[in-house]
C-alpha cells in the first residue's frame, strides 16, 4: 500500500493527489477560492476557458497521514489521502460547505471516466446533497424556477436557454463547472452531480465570501469584471421585427422624437445586409447609412445593428472563409448548419457558420463590420442566434477550430462577443456594448449583454421572466433584458396584449436593460404579415390609447431612475454585484423572503413586485424583516416582516422604498 508520501506531493501552492491512474490538482486560485482538476490522461491538460490569472493569496498547505489540508483564507479544502475525496470548509468550522461524495464499498467514487474515444472521457463528479440546501444561477431557463433544487438541467445553450454552469447556494458557496462542453447537472435529493458528455478532465472552482455580494465578487475576479454600462444604454431601446429601410427607421425616430418621448437606441434587424456572411448594408434598402446615422445622433440615439455568424454559400466571403478553414465543419457530412430565407433569396438558404473560436476568424468578421458598419458611425452590436443556432444539434457532428462540438460548444456565443469587443476596442473605442442570444462564463467580461430570447406573448412567458433575469444576474452577467411582450404571437388589437404590453413595461422598467421588441401580429394572416420578416407595428403608440398613455409614463420613470441605476451599473462593474437580484440577496436571514420568487430588488433600496396575472389590479407583497418599507406611491409606511396587499390599478406596479430612501418615482 502506498504511503502518504507517495500519494501526495505539492508543487509551489498546489497539492498533487496520485492513485492508480488518476491524477488530481487542487490549488488556490484568487481569493477565497479553490480550483480542482483531474484526470487520466498522463499529464493534466491546461486550458483556460473561462478563468482568468488567479490572484496570489497567502495560503497554507498541510500534509497529514490521513488527509492534506489547504487553507485560502475564508475557504479551506482538504483531500482525503486514501479515497482523494474533496471536501470544502469555512475556515475554522467543522461543518462542510460542499463536498464530493462519500464513495462506499461497491459505490461509485466521486469522479468518474469512461472513454468515449481518444482523449475524451464521459465523465462525472458527485456531491453531497444538503437538506434544505437553495441553488440559484446556472443562466437562463424557462422552467420559471427561481430555486432550482430539484431540476435535471442541460448543459446547452438554445434560443432562449443559456448555460452559464455557476451555481449559487444558500450554503454560502459558489460552483463553477469549468467546463464548456454538453453535459447536464442533476440538483437532486440525493446527490448533485455533474456530467460532462466529452472532455479531457474534471475542472470546478469553489469560491465562497462574505454573503452572496461576496461569492459574486469573487466570481467577478476569476472569470471578468463587466465594464462600467456606457450612460446612454441606461435608456430606452426601440425595436421590432424589422425595420426593412432606411426611411422607415428614420420615420419612427423622428415620430418618436416629435411626441417628446425619450429614446437612447434604435435597432436596425436581421436581412439588413446582402448576404448572410456579407455584413454589410443593403443599399437597395439603406441608401446612406452615414446620413442615417448623423440625424440619429442629432437626436440623441444610437445605432444598434444586427450581425450574424451565418454565412450563405452564394455569399461573397464564402469562398475564402471555406479555403482559409474560418468556417464550423462536420465530422461526417456536409458541412451545412442552418436552413432559413436570406435577404434577395427567394428559397430557403442552407448557410454555414463562421468559427470565431479561429482568432483569424474572429479578426476577418471585425474587418468586415469596421469596414460595412462601424465606418458609418454604428458602434452598437446585435449578437443574434450565436448559441449557435443549427438544424440539428448534433454536436458530436460539429467542429470548431477549439474541439468537438461536445467539448467546447457552450463557447461559441463567448469568441463571437470577444470579436466585436476587441475589435472596438483596437479601434480605439471603450464604450463596447453587444447583445446576445447567449453567452458563457466569462461573456460579462467582454462587454456582453444577454436577452432572454425569442419567447412569446403571453402571461406565462412574462412570469418566467422574473426568475430567469435573477437566475442570470446570480450566474455573473449583470446586463441583461428580455423583449418587452414577447417575441412571438402579441396580436396588438386586442385587450389581452394590451394588458400584457403594459404589465411588461412595468417590469422592463426594472431590468437592467430597457427595450421593447417583438414579431407582432406573427399569429396572423393579413396584409402587414404578408412578409414574414417584418410583422406588425411595435411602436408604443400602436397599442391603444390607454396603454399608449401608461407606457409613455413609464419611459419618464425610467428616464428618472436612470442615475440610480448607472450607480448599480458601477457597483457591478467593480464587485459583480447584480442590479436586479431577489430578496435574499440583501437580506440573507430573512427564511420568508427566500421563498419569495416574484419580487426583486432593484438595487439597495428599490423593491419591486411587477403584476403578473391577467386582470389583477392587486398583489400581495412581502416586505422583507430588517428594514423600514415607504410605498413609493402612497408614502404609506410599513415595518418589515410582513406581507401586504398592494392596490395595483393597471397604472400602477408595486413599489417599496428601503429605509425612507428617496427615489425619483413620482414625477
Not at 480550483?35 to 499529464?43: G, M, S
Request: proline share 6%; charged share 20%; with cysteine.
Amino acid at each position: 500500500m502506498k504511503t502518504t508520501s507517495q500519494i501526495f506531493s505539492r508543487e509551489g501552492t498546489r497539492l498533487i493527489w496520485r492513485w492508480k491512474e488518476q491524477l488530481l490538482w487542487v490549488e488556490p486560485w484568487g481569493r477565497d477560492s479553490f480550483r480542482v482538476r483531474a484526470t487520466t490522461l498522463a499529464e493534466m491538460p491546461l486550458r483556460d476557458w473561462s478563468l482568468l490569472p488567479p490572484a496570489k493569496t497567502a495560503s497554507r498547505l498541510v500534509i497529514e497521514d490521513q488527509a492534506a489540508r489547504l487553507v485560502n483564507g475564508r475557504l479551506t479544502a482538504q483531500v482525503e489521502a486514501k479515497s482523494g475525496r474533496v471536501r470544502f470548509f469555512k475556515t475554522g468550522s467543522g461543518e462542510p460547505l460542499c463536498e464530493e461524495i462519500f464513495a462506499r464499498t461497491n459505490y461509485p467514487p466521486s469522479r468518474t471516466f469512461k472513454s468515449v474515444g481518444g482523449d475524451l472521457f464521459r465523465s462525472e463528479a458527485s456531491f453531497t446533497a444538503f437538506d434544505g440546501e437553495r441553488l440559484y444561477g446556472l443562466g437562463q431557463r424557462r422552467h420559471g424556477l427561481l430555486d432550482q433544487k430539484g431540476c435535471v438541467l442541460e448543459l446547452t445553450h438554445r434560443n432562449s436557454q443559456i448555460s452559464i454552469p455557476f451555481m449559487v447556494s444558500s450554503r454560502g458557496y459558489g460552483l463553477l463547472w469549468h467546463n464548456p462542453g454538453m453535459g447536464r447537472v442533476e440538483l437532486g435529493r440525493t446527490q448533485t452531480r455533474w456530467v460532462a458528455d466529452a472532455t479531457r478532465l474534471i475542472d470546478y472552482v469553489v469560491i465562497t465570501g462574505a454573503g452572496y455580494a461576496g461569492i459574486m465578487e469573487r466570481y467577478a475576479d476569476l472569470t471578468g469584471h463587466a465594464p462600467m454600462l456606457p450612460a446612454w444604454a441606461a435608456g430606452f431601446w426601440q425595436c421590432k421585427l424589422r425595420y426593412k429601410t432606411q426611411e422607415e427607421l428614420l420615420a419612427v425616430a423622428r415620430e418618436h422624437k416629435r411626441r417628446g418621448l425619450p429614446m437612447s437606441v434604435i435597432v436596425i434587424d436581421y436581412f439588413n445586409w446582402t448576404r448572410m456572411g456579407e455584413w454589410k448594408f443593403d443599399p437597395a434598402c439603406w441608401p446612406d447609412p452615414s446620413a442615417m446615422v448623423r440625424e440619429l445622433t442629432a437626436l440623441g440615439i444610437k445605432v444598434m445593428v444586427s450581425v450574424w455568424p451565418t454565412v450563405n454559400p452564394d455569399s461573397e466571403n464564402f469562398a475564402e472563409l471555406e479555403r482559409r478553414n474560418l468556417l464550423v465543419r462536420t465530422e461526417r457530412g456536409l458541412n451545412s448548419f442552418i436552413k432559413f430565407t436570406d435577404s434577395n433569396a427567394h428559397q430557403t438558404v442552407i448557410s454555414g457558420l463562421l468559427d470565431t473560436t479561429h482568432p483569424e476568424a474572429r479578426q476577418f468578421l471585425w474587418a468586415k463590420v469596421r469596414q460595412n458598419y462601424f465606418r458609418h458611425g454604428i458602434k452598437v452590436w446585435w449578437l443574434d442566434a450565436i448559441e449557435p443556432e443549427m438544424v440539428t444539434y448534433d454536436h458530436d457532428n460539429v467542429r470548431y477550430h477549439a474541439g468537438n462540438g461536445l467539448e467546447v460548444g457552450c463557447l461559441y456565443p463567448l469568441y463571437q462577443q470577444q470579436a466585436l469587443y476587441e475589435g472596438m476596442k483596437s479601434a480605439g473605442e471603450r464604450e463596447i456594448i453587444t447583445l446576445g442570444r447567449a453567452g458563457f462564463a466569462g461573456s460579462q467580461r467582454f462587454g456582453a449583454a444577454i436577452w432572454s430570447g425569442d419567447i412569446h406573448s403571453t402571461w406565462e412567458d412574462l412570469q418566467q421572466q422574473v426568475r430567469a433575469g435573477l437566475n442570470i444576474g446570480l450566474s455573473g452577467i449583470p446586463w441583461w433584458t428580455t423583449d418587452i411582450g414577447g417575441f412571438f404571437g402579441g396580436e396588438i388589437a386586442t385587450p389581452y396584449f394590451q394588458e400584457l404590453i403594459v404589465r411588461w413595461f412595468q417590469y422592463g422598467a426594472f431590468c437592467p436593460l430597457f427595450r421593447l421588441h417583438g414579431w407582432r401580429n406573427s399569429s396572423l394572416a393579413h396584409p402587414e404579415t404578408s412578409d414574414p420578416t417584418r410583422g406588425g407595428p411595435n411602436e408604443v403608440w400602436t397599442f391603444g390609447e390607454r396603454a399608449y398613455g401608461i407606457i409613455r409614463q413609464i419611459l419618464f420613470l425610467r428616464e428618472r431612475l436612470r442615475p440610480y441605476l448607472l450607480r448599480q451599473m458601477k457597483l457591478a462593474s467593480a464587485r459583480g454585484t447584480p442590479p436586479m437580484r431577489p430578496l435574499f440577496f440583501d437580506f440573507p436571514a430573512d427564511d420568508v423572503g427566500a421563498a419569495v420568487d416574484d419580487q426583486f430588488l432593484f438595487g439597495p433600496d428599490l423593491l419591486v413586485a411587477p403584476v403578473l396575472q391577467a386582470g389583477a389590479t392587486t398583489r400581495k407583497v412581502y416586505l422583507p424583516a430588517g428594514a423600514t418599507w415607504t410605498d413609493a406611491w402612497t408614502g404609506k409606511k410599513f415595518e418589515g416582516g410582513q406581507t401586504v396587499i398592494a392596490a395595483a390599478p393597471l397604472e400602477t406596479i408595486p413599489l417599496y422604498l428601503k429605509n425612507g430612501r428617496r427615489l425619483p418615482i413620482r414625477a
